[in-house]
């Protein structure tokens, strides 16, 4: 019978601790996490054809928006 070893068991026998969870980079692009702990995005369908669009959307999709509050969470946790 033989041991597969795993990565916390060679880790821990060396007295080092687990690797660091890397940060998700696309979303690290995406979003910033505001003073106040709720996070900003970006708004979408701003590349192009925006001729067909309203000038008030326009105008309102050039501002920032928040993340509601389910999505918080799994964001932050990607964002580390």
Known sequence: MFVVKTYSMIFLRKGLSMPKMKSVKGAVKRFKVKK????????AFRSH??????????????SSKVVSKSDEKNIKDMIN
Do not use: E, P
Not at 36 to 43: A, E, P
Not at 49 to 62: S, V
């Open 36 to 43: 106040n702990g709720s996070v900003k995005r970006g708004t």
């Open 49 to 62: 054809i925006l001729t067909k669009q309203d000038a008030g959307t326009r105008r309102d999709q050039n």
